[in-house]
């Protein structure tokens, strides 16, 4: 029985009276590969906002590697092993894609060593090997602004990899692609799996299946169900949240 | 008592000024995430357009008038401010939208310009150019547009525009000969006289009211009224207000975001024409009348928190009572056995030129604590 | 793409090759009071490079960089009048006479050794930059709060010297141009021709450090810190530093150029923190290229020159060109000249004249100028 | 929005202005008729920013009596007729820009002779470089005193010559004598060190200050200063002013306002108001109060009335003059003097030559000292309700004066000869 | 003649591909449902025929004219209403100003027009006893009921409805769907309706599936098969 890395216990928040997140509980092992799917609204970004810091919830805990996170500032989350992928890419556009990656491979993260450091072999060699994964090798030298849409979207990925985080929290990494692309990043967060815990959030039912992972469903701000890709499909609950009352679609 | 109600009073007549001048600001900045450098020369011409507006009524046929100029003044002021904010708007400030930082380069290029405007121009012409402007915008409302085919519409838009140009020149003509005063460039300073009844003062309880501060008071709080009255209750108003709240599902109702920018953008520069009318009443006019007042402005808005208008207020009025308490030495009067080392830095402060470091200082310090100012802005942030 | 590449070097290069050329003629070819003038630009060089720092890199607009070239001018002229004062009692310079002071102020006393002075002049302004700039980064203070805020500042800062003539001879300035240094009138023609040299190879340096801030990994965080904050404090690092750090190197930069400044014109005073001064420092790297080096030190020579030569022309006119020059910027080009020549901005005209433009190598390249940064 | 049209507003943005000042910068000049060769000499004073106000009447001022020179045949040297051109160069109110258009206007165009300045700060700014380069600059305006150079010759009052007889007056014969005094001024160099000296003049005419404050330059909130006038003189009193500029139409409009006028007791004596101030001000808040200058407009002599007269026709009919415009007109014509009385063009000549000049100026005879400074006739005057002073006291004949202030403790005892190579800038007497 | 054509429209948000060469037509007095999953492009849709996204290429043609190039509140003045997803109250407003809002849509806008029509409080009578309080206070139900009745106030010729009945108690989910059938029965205008509950769905006359920005499928709501509600609705 492998330890949880991350354990959400009860949290909620409300902005200005609107419930976001309402008694959430989630745990996460170390090196699952876990897609969340909710209707709109259901508090999906919100709850990734809780766990990196820019959100301090109402109520409830955030348990990191046996240790709660509640109020510490962002960038002290991200290392100590929680990365982010947003929703639209945020890469550094005006950053080549090298550039990027150094930013987020490199170690330690204060001032001093990043002016008068340099990166050592390894992480030049890691940079590269994120590089060949994401098969951006060859434009190493171009800004990430003039990348398509997919390979920011790749770049981001690679660069929360290169921070060698425990935990990659990604959020919606296809929107916006072709189904080639889609099918492309489904198999690269696959492969990362299991060296990594990774948390995707996202809607296209056709790139969650491809996960191939457990799935859990958020509804107005709390977990529906969780389960396997074929269980959720037939949960009664799961289809009344995104087909509207059931009695009309079976009739 | 009679001593707290006179720097109740003192700080009112501070505050007062700072709030006028600092309300067009705070409307623009609020509303439309614009920081508008060149408010402090629109304030300028809003006093130069009180000082033309005197001599005109200096001259025979309105002679009989002359002790209501003022209110008249107020009038000319707002609408001369508008319509240079207008174009203003329409030529620099629509492109640049939703860049505060630009907005603010490009402000102080434009107010020095104004500057060196009305050193290098005489009065006359430049009165005469607003005249152009004036009609010319004034003949576009009024032409009927869909009566006319399109090619006369076009000779009529011109015509409407040379029409305007040559009534703008008899203007100027007539403006400098009559007042041979405005028809020399200068850099000198002029003065407006405030009309006798506005002189002196007036006491009560041993103190004296100056009947200026007292007019200036009043006008703030009838412009402080006016503008919450038209954001709360006119139809115009409202579309202000749906406009700054949601930008996009506003243009999605039908309502023409445009318009709305270009009367913001016109109502907050007609109020600092309005501030440039009570500031001539208490100093002089020259063409740095609006440049000593925009930090200070804007040190009110921060304060106060931008986008909120009770914030401005009070900010204002803070300022205005704390400037006196510390300026005027006032703190040691109050308070005369406090420690010495205390006294001894109140002292320190206790000259005008002290005490503008120190409230500015404060203000900083004050930020501190509350980074969005007294009263925070809720809602879609003017972010940077 | 590798073509262009080369293209900007190449470019970069012959810029560099003509302003050293310049710069090594010019004692020789320019009358004195010219190159006075020129090594007085070039020491407001340094300061534009710290505002390219700041502002270009890292999206910190402050319009109180006068403080800190203030403060650097202080250091210098203080260290220049307590070396000059020799006619009067306890050897305190002569202004204190006007306001009856005998005794000298203690802060001055640091200031009889030069080596104190040669740290002063940036360690100061680098300091109080560091404070101002760690309370309000701390706060997460930004954009135009930021501007206002430091200006607001500057204004304290300009009261605060400008009225305290006991201490440092208010509104008139500590005078540098009567001092001996080496037995040699600071003032004089020749002193001032080792001004020149001086200021020149500093430009130069201030350049090099500039460029090493800004070429590796640091430089890429103000850049990332500039474009998208949250995204940098998700990656790990602190923007906060950073922030101050950087704001701390171009206030110790805006010292060195503000005392170079101030030992070849003569004098420092509470001038220097007017806020006109600053705001046209950051003109000059808008005008030349916020984000490029280069820009900055180019915009603030070619523009101060420019300004004394159209004022001794028309005097009353530089307001306008300048004021015709913020707007022309801001709205037309926001890269600057140097930003939009590198950014292939003749070749874009060209081809909105009517001259076809080569298809660009990659798809993307189209869309290029619709995400302009937004500050 | 195209690049090519933002470019094009951009653009017609600057050529407009461009073309607006180049239509406002004509000028007409008188030139000499029969003069056989040029000397050009520069004049430096703020064409814009905040002191372009004032310092434009003076380069109006010098302008005349230099085309005044020209129609009377020039300058002659060595039995050659020179003609007077001139390079106007732009201060911009900007101190630094000061020391930096002298040094052009010596290196550059290598003028003999310039003249220019207004305020404390811009002489302070230009003093060391016509050390450094041991070049010649007439400064016009009445001042605080307390220097000597070797390389400025001052043709403005000294305190001694201007707020001293003043403040004697002001305790001992004005209708507050006696009462105590209050002192407002801008905060800068001037008001600070005058108001030092008047301090000590005060004490030792056995009278009280009750108090001082400055406002920042550019400041025109006057209310907490007149809140501390009220609370320090309540039964009215002295008020000495040297508040620069716009400050004072802000001070005057709003002390009457609260009631500090001469009806209730309170005199104010003004240090930098002469007739284009109270004209800028309105003489209807301040008729009653007083004024103390060496030249006022109201003068009855004939050549009073002719600069006067001359300076409305040169300029237009609602013009006036005022003392820092007759001492910038002195000046030019001093330097006429000196020129050929030395016989060259040659500074240091003309330097040793200056000292013991005459000339009838305005205000009457006035004569360069060996401190660099003229003799100068004192007068004090009270404001009429037309705009014009009231002579009331004038000195008997000029009063000598004093570069070092020998009220003030750090310079008394000291003066300043040039003549005397062992006594120089300052010496004890 | 068609109250709303659209052909061939391409828009890209930055560089990303959104809408992918979308055909589709709405006709008057006609409720047209476009189904498919998060993120395909719907509102993407819905916002290019408003004028909130401009599309690279295509055209628009409104009532017979086209519209791609008038800008959105003249859109708005010639007919068409928006209701968007996720309501778009204007929060500090009260729900009596929201609603007059709605007017401005009208000739002579809300100058001539400042009386709210009641039959606004006929479809949705909840919306009276809430006039003085702020748009942003109501409840999401309430929201959506309140951004319907300011976008028929405007009495438009064609209804863009976004999502209507996501994250809504089933009663008024109920409410606002009869209200919706009851303004095409009674004014005859078009309503063209992005919806995932197929209840809903199976409420209009046509459909158009979308998948990946491109339209799939199209054709009768009565004949829409289990297969195509599988394959775009269900997870």
Redesign the interface.
């Known amino acids: 029985m492998s330890l949880s890395l991350l354990e959400l216990n009860n949290i909620s928040v409300s902005f200005e009276g609107f419930l976001a997140l309402n008694k959430l509980n989630l745990t996460l092992q170390q090196g699952e590969l876990r897609a969340v799917i909710g209707p709109n609204g259901a508090g999906k970004t919100t709850f990734l906002d809780v766990i990196t810091g820019k959100v301090i919830p109402n109520s409830g805990e955030v348990i990191f590697k046996g240790n709660s996170i509640l109020g510490i500032r962002e960038h002290r989350i991200a290392r100590l092993g929680i990365g982010r992928k947003f929703q639209s890419p945020r890469v550094f556009e005006k950053l080549t894609v090298y550039e990027n990656l150094a930013l987020s491979v490199s170690k330690p993260k204060r001032p001093w060593s990043t002016l008068f450091g340099k990166l050592n072999k390894i992480q030049r060699d890691q940079i590269n090997h994120l590089m060949n994964i994401v098969n951006l090798q060859s434009r190493s030298n171009i800004s990430a602004g003039l990348l398509s849409h997919g390979q920011k979207q790749w770049l981001e990925i690679a660069m929360l990899v290169g921070q060698d985080p425990d935990l990659l929290l990604v959020d919606e990494p296809v929107a916006g692609l072709t189904d080639e692309e889609s099918d492309l990043t489904a198999d690269l967060l696959k492969s990362l799996s299991g060296n990594h815990t990774i948390l995707v959030i996202d809607h296209d039912m056709e790139f969650i299946r491809r996960l191939e992972s457990p799935v859990t469903v958020l509804h107005q701000g709390h977990v529906l169900c969780e389960g396997s890709m074929s269980d959720i499909q037939i949960d009664p609950q799961v289809i009344e949240v995104y087909l509207g009352q059931q009695e009309e679609g079976s009739k | 008592m009679q001593l707290i109600l006179?720097s109740l009073f003192?700080g009112l007549?501070?505050g007062s000024?700072l709030l006028i001048a600092a309300l067009g600001l705070a409307i623009v900045f609020g509303l439309m995430g614009v920081?508008n450098l060149a408010h402090g020369e629109l304030m300028m011409l809003g006093a130069y357009s009180t000082y033309v507006t005197q001599l005109i009524f200096k001259l025979t046929p309105l002679k009989q008038f002359y002790n209501s100029y003022v209110i008249v003044s107020l009038v000319v002021a707002f609408v001369v401010t508008a319509v240079v904010g207008i174009v203003l708007e329409r030529?620099?400030i629509k492109?640049?939208y939703?860049?505060?930082?630009?907005t603010?380069?490009?402000t102080?290029?434009?107010?020095?310009?104004l500057?060196?405007?009305v050193?290098?121009?005489p009065l006359a012409y430049a009165s005469g150019l607003i005249c152009t402007i004036l009609i010319g915008l004034i003949f576009h409302i009024i032409l009927p547009k869909n009566s006319l085919t399109y090619s006369q519409a076009r000779i009529a838009k011109v015509s409407s525009w040379v029409f305007s140009i040559l009534l703008g020149l008899l203007s100027a003509n007539w403006l400098s000969s009559s007042i041979?005063?405005l028809g020399?460039?200068s850099?000198?300073?002029?003065?407006v006289?405030?009309p006798s009844w506005m002189?002196?003062?007036f006491?009560l309880w041993n103190i004296?009211f100056?009947?200026?501060?007292i007019v200036i008071i009043v006008i703030t709080i009838i412009a402080v009224f006016s503008v919450t009255w038209f954001l709360k209750q006119s139809?115009w108003g409202?579309?202000i207000?749906?406009v700054t709240?949601?930008r996009?599902?506003?243009?999605?109702?039908?309502?023409?975001?445009?318009t709305v920018d270009v009367l913001t953008f016109g109502i907050g520069s007609g109020l600092a024409g309005i501030a440039g009318v009570a500031?001539s009443?208490?100093?002089?006019v020259?063409p740095?009348?609006g440049?000593?007042y925009i930090?200070g402005c804007?040190?009110v808005v921060?304060l106060g928190g931008v986008g909120n208008l009770l914030g401005t207020i009070i900010a204002s009025f803070s300022i205005g009572i704390m400037?006196?308490l510390i300026?005027?030495?006032?703190l040691l009067?109050i308070w005369p056995d406090m420690p010495a080392p205390l006294a001894t830095t109140v002292d320190f402060f206790a000259?005008?030129?002290?005490?503008?470091?120190l409230i500015?200082?404060l203000?900083?310090a004050f930020?501190?604590f509350r980074?969005s100012g007294l009263f925070p802005q809720k809602?879609r942030m003017?972010?940077? | 793409m590798k073509n262009s590449f080369t293209n900007k070097r190449l470019f970069s290069f012959l810029v560099w090759a003509a302003i050293i050329a310049a710069i090594i003629a010019a004692p020789s070819i320019l009358p004195v009071f010219r190159l006075n003038l020129l090594g007085r630009y070039l020491s407001l060089a340094i300061v534009a490079l710290g505002v390219d720092l700041i502002w270009g890199y890292t999206g910190l607009l402050s319009l109180g960089q006068g403080i800190f070239f203030a403060l650097g001018g202080y250091c210098a002229a203080m260290f220049l009048q307590l070396n000059s004062a020799t006619n009067f009692p306890n050897q305190i310079p002569e202004f204190f006479g006007l306001y009856g002071v005998q005794q000298l102020p203690f802060f001055w006393e640091p200031f009889r050794s030069s080596l104190f002075t040669l740290l002063a002049i940036w360690i100061v302004p680098a300091s109080v930059a560091a404070i101002l700039g760690f309370l309000v980064f701390r706060n997460r203070i930004k954009g135009v709060y930021f501007s206002i805020l430091t200006q607001a500042a500057l204004l304290v800062f300009f009261n605060f010297f400008n009225g305290q003539q006991k201490l440092i001879n208010g509104t008139n300035g500590l005078k540098t141009d009567v001092t001996l240094l080496f037995g040699q009138m600071v003032g004089s023609d020749s002193m001032q021709r080792y001004f020149f040299w001086i200021t020149a190879v500093l430009v130069i340096l201030a350049w090099f450090f500039a460029r090493w801030i800004v070429r590796d990994r640091f430089g890429n965080i103000l850049i990332a810190i500039r474009d998208d904050e949250a995204r940098v404090r998700f990656t790990g690092y602190n923007p906060t530093l950073f922030k101050t750090i950087v704001f701390a190197i171009a206030g110790g930069l805006a010292g060195i150029s503000g005392a170079l400044y101030t030992i070849q014109s003569g004098i420092v005073s509470p001038q220097f923190m007017t806020v006109p001064f600053s705001i046209e420092m950051v003109i000059w790297v808008a005008v030349g290229g916020r984000g490029t080096l280069l820009g900055a030190i180019l915009g603030a020579v070619i523009i101060n020159y420019a300004k004394s030569l159209v004022s001794e022309a028309l005097p009353a006119s530089w307001m306008f060109i300048q004021g015709g020059l913020f707007i022309l910027v801001v709205t037309a080009l926001p890269e600057g000249v140097l930003g939009w020549m590198q950014s292939d901005g003749p070749r874009n005209l060209l081809s909105r004249l009517g001259v076809r433009r080569p298809l660009s190598t990659y798809p993307g390249l189209e869309e290029r100028g619709k995400d302009e940064v937004k500050l | 929005m195209s690049i090519t049209k933002r470019l094009f507003v951009g653009l017609s943005t600057i050529a407009l202005g461009a073309s607006i000042t180049a239509c406002g910068g004509s000028d007409q000049s008188t030139s000499c008729v029969d003069c056989d060769d040029q000397v050009t000499v520069g004049i430096l004073h703020s064409l814009s920013g905040t002191m372009a106000i004032s310092e434009s009447t003076l380069v109006d001022t010098e302008k005349m009596a230099i085309e005044e020179i020209n129609a009377a045949g020039g300058v002659e040297v060595g039995g050659k007729k020179y003609e007077i051109k001139y390079i106007v160069e732009d201060g911009a109110s900007d101190w630094p820009t000061f020391a930096e258009k002298s040094k052009k206007l010596i290196d550059q165009d290598k003028v003999p002779v310039v003249f220019g300045g207004w305020t404390s700060a811009s002489r302070k700014a230009m003093l060391p470089v016509y050390e450094s380069k041991d070049a010649f600059l007439y400064y016009p305006i009445q001042y605080e005193a307390q220097e000597c150079s070797n390389n400025i010759f001052y043709t403005g009052a000294t305190p001694n010559q201007q707020s001293e007889p003043a403040t004697e007056f002001m305790f001992k014969r004005s209708p507050a004598a006696g009462k105590p005094f209050f002192l407002v001024g801008s905060d800068y160099v001037f008001p600070r060190t005058s108001n030092t000296i008047t301090i000590e003049q005060v004490k030792s005419l056995g009278g009280e200050v009750v108090g001082e404050d400055y406002l920042p330059l550019g400041n025109t909130e006057v209310a907490p200063i007149i809140a501390k006038i009220k609370k320090a003189l309540p039964n009215g009193g002295v008020i000495i002013n040297t508040l620069n500029g716009d400050q004072n139409v802000a001070f005057f409009k709003q002390i009457q306002d609260v009631g500090i006028t001469p009806d209730n007791g309170y005199y104010v004596m003004s240090y930098s108001i002469a007739e284009e101030e109270i004209s800028t001000i309105g003489p209807e808040f301040l008729a009653g109060h007083y004024g103390a200058w060496n030249y006022m407009m109201s003068i009855n002599t004939p050549a009073s009335k002719k600069f006067a007269r001359n300076f409305k026709k040169r300029w237009g009919s609602d013009r006036v003059v005022a003392d820092p415009q007759e001492s910038a007109y002195n000046m030019v014509y001093l330097w006429k003097a000196a020129v050929e009385k030395a016989g060259t063009f040659d500074d240091n000549e003309v330097r040793k030559a200056l000292i013991g000049v005459k000339f009838d100026a305005p205000q009457g005879p006035v004569e360069v000292m060996p401190n660099h400074h003229l003799s100068q006739t004192v007068r004090i005057g009270q404001i009429t309700s037309g705009g014009q002073f009231k002579i009331l006291e004038s000195t008997n004949g000029p009063v000598l004066p004093q570069a070092w202030n020998q009220f003030e403790p750090s310079s008394k005892g000291y003066a300043c000869d040039w003549t005397d190579s062992k006594k120089g800038e300052r010496y004890p007497l | 003649m068609n109250l709303l054509e659209v052909q061939n429209l391409n828009t890209y948000y930055g560089e990303s591909h959104i809408l992918r060469g979308v055909d589709l037509t709405v006709n008057s007095g006609e409720m047209v449902c476009l189904i498919g999953r998060n993120g395909v492009g719907k509102t993407t849709l819905l916002k290019s025929i408003i004028g909130l996204l401009t599309p690279r290429d295509g055209e628009i043609i409104f009532d017979g004219r086209s519209i791609q190039r008038i800008s959105p509140h003249e859109r708005a003045r010639s007919g068409i209403a928006y209701v968007p997803q996720g309501r778009e109250i204007i929060p500090y407003l009260t729900v009596e100003e929201n609603l007059l809002l709605g007017m401005e849509a009208l000739p002579g806008g809300l100058n001539k027009n400042k009386k709210i029509g009641s039959f606004i409080y006929d479809l949705f009578p909840i919306l009276k006893q809430f006039l003085a309080r702020k748009g942003g206070d109501l409840s999401g139900g309430q929201q959506q009921q309140l951004a319907i009745a300011r976008a028929l106030l405007g009495k438009p010729k064609l209804l863009l409805l976004d999502e209507p009945t996501e994250g809504i108690q089933p009663n008024i989910v109920q409410d606002i769907e009869s209200a919706v059938r009851q303004i095409i029965v009674q004014t005859g205008i078009g309503v063209l309706l992005v919806e995932q509950h197929l209840h809903f769905v199976r409420k209009s006359d046509r459909y158009y599936a979308m998948q990946r920005g491109g339209i799939v499928s199209s054709g009768q709501t009565n004949q829409l098969s289990k297969a195509v509600v599988e394959k775009f609705l269900s997870v």
């Open positions: 006179e003192n007549a501070i000024v920081i030529s620099i492109r640049l939703g860049r505060p930082l630009e603010l380069l490009a102080w290029g434009v107010s020095l310009i500057q060196q405007f050193r290098s121009v041979s005063k020399r460039a850099a000198r300073n002029v003065d006289t405030a002189r002196g003062g006491d004296t100056p009947v200026t501060r139809v409202m579309r207000r749906a709240q949601n996009s599902m506003s243009e999605c109702l039908g309502i023409s975001t445009e500031v009443l208490l100093g002089s020259g740095n009348v440049g000593n930090v804007f040190m921060v400037t006196d300026g005027a030495g006032r009067t000259t005008t030129s002290m005490a503008r470091v500015f200082a203000i900083v930020l501190q980074p809602g003017v972010e940077g």
